[in-house]
């Protein structure tokens, strides 16, 4: 059959043209509604607090009040007797069931981190660390048992500022570690000393990035059965990882993995909080274990914000040498993150400082880098993979710099950008740092960002609004993110999470379709693009479409979700399984008509003449045949019509995504408020699969970087409490402040894959807080103020402007 070359939506570059990966493209690239968008807004959605289980407990923990504590005795009399109360746990008791965990990975050399347990034993080492479970019969009972627990605790000394965690005298939190260093890396490459002694213009400046948390609409949940007849382990978990779950619980409680089923239902948001193995998560397991009964844990809002991760917790020294006709020579950069008393098991909490080192610089040719990394314990929250995972931080270091450097030579900064970025036509190529990439598109991207914020007139009207004491500022950024992850993020570092994916497509009887896949829907709308995929790549009508997901006892066995891999992973998984389903379905019925199967094809739910177009047998009629009237097919034929296949990256480390950004604001010099006027983002994330839902993605992630680049920021004092663990006092970015934003995008297809798809979701959470602050610095450029740290909030841009002290 004629295959046509897509046609792409108005807006979409793609140079060359991008062949359809299907027969008969309808759906791959359409612009469609997320699938089930319908029962989720009819509250018909499933979440963990709306499963009840006969017999089912109640867990709440009591958590440290302070930073860190010595445990010297626990009074549960008075809480045991309270109604409803099933059992008061201690540290103790859960370790008798549960082993400690050490987090680190073996390819970061040299990190280290303490054994840690499901509950406190013996210290609690941040405010918010559970120390001791109530399990009644109700939520309300175990509350109230809670407030009736006398715990007796001494404090002891804090590290609570990551810059007096390396100090001599400063207390070790783990004194059998020798120091309160979690890991250290030093990457030297090129001549650095030289080109910045020979540089015509050095500009350094130190950056700082206040902590900040995922505020999920769902709070971390589970329930957690153990059944004790089966010896069977069933988890109900609001995660992203089903089956690194799986592997949890089986190797943490000495259990056969077959005999833990993790079950992910809907999922109120992730953002990354919930791709980490919690404390929590194994004592609800225990208590279930120790019960013989279902146990539920749902995080309330107040104890999330001290006990859900926190993330981009940094300060980097950077600077830049380039010379005055804009060439950039070098980077050097220094960072300093505070990440806990713990690294954060499996994942590990070292990992986004070294995605800073690895990415600094990323989008640009020079080829002489400097950094020095330290990751430092500290007695507060625990730190870990976020959204972006370490991208916003090196993305605002990289481009904040790149701004200093036009603004000291008078350079324009796309301008700058332009001379710099790696040519489309130079790949694959390799960054300063190492990192492998295969095909980018910043010279496009940036062209097509010119054009769509009309930038020569929107300078033109910056200079004319500066004439009338309006001070506006136009903020860029290009960005880099790595997605569809291979072995070396995990494997070589011994955390068992799966770089592949699997999917399983299977016609039912009556010619529907059934997709079973490994990567769940967390809300960005991969149930969406995987029946897109699925009705392409097989022949059928999307409503003929059916797709499950979160069930380590049905779905084959993969990563989840994380890394933006669910188009790029899960989704290729997806259309090689249903093209070999489409293979077997033509096998089929070229039996059922007595024809050669080269001359068939399948088309929109039939099976047709493939030179004619004929429709020759409905799928309906295959689905009967194969399934019901085996005794009519020829002895030693049995119909296929169920498939499993795997992916797995293989050919990078990672694809990498790119895209440049751009940020338009006003600054109030009287008053430090920022008023966001527009936001613009061109993206390439290789093959789009549905413009709306990457659009949206993109805006949601651009979103989420605007909140930490204005708003966001989890705020303690000296004794290592956290003063605005509210939603009245933490600000996250609300609909009302937001810009318009605009998407655009370019296609360069990876060639690692069929699909082609690169990954999508974390891009606008990268670019956003660069762009934001070059735009704020540029508006604060005639008073020569600049700020540097994140969140920018009106008083640190009255410091700028010396307005106050």
Same mark, same amino acid.
């Given at each position: 059959m004629k295959r046509d070359v897509v046609n792409l939506e108005p807006g979409v570059e793609s140079t060359p043209p991008i062949a359809p990966v299907t027969e008969d493209p309808r759906y791959i690239g359409a612009r469609l509604p997320r699938h089930g968008i319908e029962r989720l807004t009819q509250g018909q959605g499933q979440y963990v607090d709306d499963i009840e289980l006969p017999r089912l407990a109640h867990v709440v923990y009591w958590r440290s009040p302070v930073a860190h504590m010595r445990i010297k005795g626990i009074d549960d009399r008075i809480a045991r007797s309270m109604p409803g109360v099933l059992m008061v746990a201690t540290g103790q008791d859960l370790a008798k069931v549960c082993k400690p965990w050490v987090a680190v990975l073996g390819h970061l050399t040299g990190m280290k981190s303490a054994p840690q347990y499901p509950l406190a034993v013996e210290r609690a080492c941040w405010q918010g660390e559970p120390v001791v479970a109530v399990v009644a019969e109700t939520r309300a009972q175990a509350e109230d048992a809670l407030q009736h627990l006398v715990v007796d605790w001494e404090e002891l000394p804090l590290t609570v500022e990551m810059e007096r965690a390396l100090a001599p005298d400063e207390p070790v939190i783990h004194p059998e570690l020798g120091d309160n260093v979690c890991f250290s890396r030093r990457l030297d490459v090129g001549e650095v000393d030289r080109v910045f002694a020979e540089a015509d213009v050095v500009a350094e400046t130190t950056f700082e990035f206040g902590r900040h948390t995922g505020v999920t609409l769902e709070p971390r949940s589970q329930i957690a059965h153990w059944q004790p007849a089966e010896q069977r382990l069933t988890v109900y978990h609001s995660c992203q990882a089903p089956h690194m779950m799986q592997d949890l619980y089986a190797r943490q409680f000495d259990l056969p993995a077959h005999a833990v089923r993790v079950i992910c239902k809907d999922v109120g948001g992730s953002f990354g909080v919930k791709v980490h193995a919690y404390p929590d998560d194994f004592a609800t397991v225990a208590l279930s274990m120790l019960l013989g009964?279902?146990?539920?844990?749902?995080?309330?809002?107040?104890?999330?914000?001290?006990?859900?991760?926190?993330?981009?917790?940094?300060?980097? $020294?950077? !600077?830049?040498?380039? #010379?005055? =006709?804009?060439?950039?020579?070098?980077?050097?950069?220094?960072?300093?993150? @505070? *990440?806990?008393?713990?690294?954060?098991?499996?994942?590990?909490?070292?990992?986004?400082?070294?995605?800073?080192?690895?990415?600094?610089?990323?989008?640009?040719?020079?080829?002489?880098?400097?950094?020095?990394?330290?990751?430092?314990?500290?007695?507060?929250?625990?730190?870990?993979?976020?959204?972006?995972?370490?991208?916003?931080?090196?993305?605002?270091?990289?481009?904040?710099?790149?701004?200093?450097?036009?603004?000291?030579?008078?350079?324009?900064?796309?301008?700058?950008?332009?001379?710099?970025?790696?040519?489309?036509?130079?790949?694959?190529?390799?960054?300063?740092?190492?990192?492998?990439?295969?095909?980018?598109?910043?010279?496009?991207?940036?062209? $097509?960002? !010119?054009?769509?914020? #009309?930038? =020569?007139?929107?300078?033109?009207?910056?200079?004319?609004?500066?004439?009338? @004491? *309006?001070?506006?500022?136009?903020?860029?950024?290009?960005?880099?993110?790595?997605?569809?992850?291979?072995?070396?993020?995990?494997?070589?570092?011994?955390?068992?999470?799966?770089?592949?994916?699997?999917?399983?497509?299977?016609?039912?009887?009556?010619?529907?379709?059934?997709?079973?896949?490994?990567?769940?829907?967390?809300?960005?709308?991969?149930?969406?693009?995987?029946?897109?995929?699925?009705?392409?790549?097989?022949?059928?009508?999307?409503?003929?479409?059916?797709?499950?997901?979160?069930?380590?006892?049905?779905?084959p066995y993969g990563g989840g979700t994380w890394a933006s891999r669910g188009a790029g992973i899960g989704g290729e998984a997806v259309l090689l399984a249903g093209q070999a389903l489409r293979g077997n379905i033509l096998k089929t019925a070229a039996v059922i008509l007595n024809r050669e199967a080269g001359q068939l094809g399948l088309h929109r739910g039939q099976v047709v003449d493939a030179v004619t177009g004929e429709a020759l047998l409905p799928l309906s009629e295959v689905g009967r045949i194969a399934y019901f009237r085996t005794d009519t097919l020829p002895q030693g034929f049995t119909p296929e019509l169920m498939v499993t296949r795997h992916y797995a990256q293989r050919d990078y480390p990672f694809i990498f995504t790119n895209g440049v950004q751009a940020s338009y604001v006003e600054v109030d010099p009287d008053t430090g408020f920022v008023t966001l006027l527009k936001h613009w983002a061109v993206e390439d994330c290789g093959r789009v699969l549905n413009p709306m839902l990457v659009d949206e993605q993109m805006r949601g992630a651009i979103v989420q970087g605007i909140g930490g680049a204005l708003y966001e920021e989890c705020l303690y004092d000296e004794q290592g409490q956290m003063l605005n663990a509210n939603m009245a006092d933490y600000l996250v970015p609300m609909a009302a402040e937001m810009p318009d934003i605009e998407v655009a995008h370019v296609m360069t297809p990876t060639r690692s894959s069929r699909l082609g798809a690169k990954g999508a979701g974390e891009a606008g959470t990268a670019g956003a807080p660069a762009a934001v602050m070059n735009a704020i610095n540029d508006a604060l450029a005639p008073f020569g103020a600049h700020v540097h740290s994140q969140p920018i909030t009106p008083e640190k841009i009255l410091r700028a402007l010396g307005k106050v002290k």
């Open positions: 009964r279902p146990v539920k844990f749902v995080a309330d809002r107040l104890e999330s914000f001290t006990s859900d991760i926190h993330a981009r917790h940094h300060r980097v $020294k950077g !600077r830049i040498a380039v #010379n005055r =006709d804009g060439e950039i020579l070098g980077f050097e950069i220094d960072d300093l993150t @505070g *990440i806990g008393p713990y690294s954060m098991f499996p994942r590990t909490s070292a990992i986004e400082g070294n995605q800073v080192v690895n990415l600094v610089g990323g989008p640009y040719r020079h080829q002489h880098y400097r950094a020095q990394l330290h990751v430092v314990f500290q007695n507060k929250t625990p730190t870990c993979q976020y959204r972006g995972v370490g991208h916003p931080i090196a993305c605002a270091v990289t481009e904040g710099l790149v701004d200093l450097a036009a603004q000291r030579i008078g350079m324009d900064p796309l301008e700058i950008r332009a001379r710099n970025v790696i040519p489309d036509d130079a790949y694959p190529a390799t960054g300063a740092s190492g990192i492998k990439l295969e095909v980018l598109s910043h010279e496009a991207c940036l062209r $097509k960002l !010119r054009e769509m914020m #009309n930038y =020569d007139a929107l300078r033109a009207e910056q200079a004319a609004l500066r004439k009338q @004491g *309006i001070w506006r500022g136009i903020g860029l950024a290009t960005v880099i993110e790595l997605t569809n992850p291979s072995a070396a993020f995990y494997g070589i570092g011994g955390a068992r999470i799966a770089s592949q994916d699997g999917a399983t497509v299977r016609l039912n009887p009556e010619g529907h379709v059934t997709v079973l896949v490994g990567v769940g829907e967390q809300g960005q709308g991969t149930e969406a693009i995987y029946r897109q995929i699925a009705a392409d790549a097989v022949g059928v009508d999307i409503d003929q479409v059916r797709v499950i997901t979160g069930d380590t006892d049905v779905t």
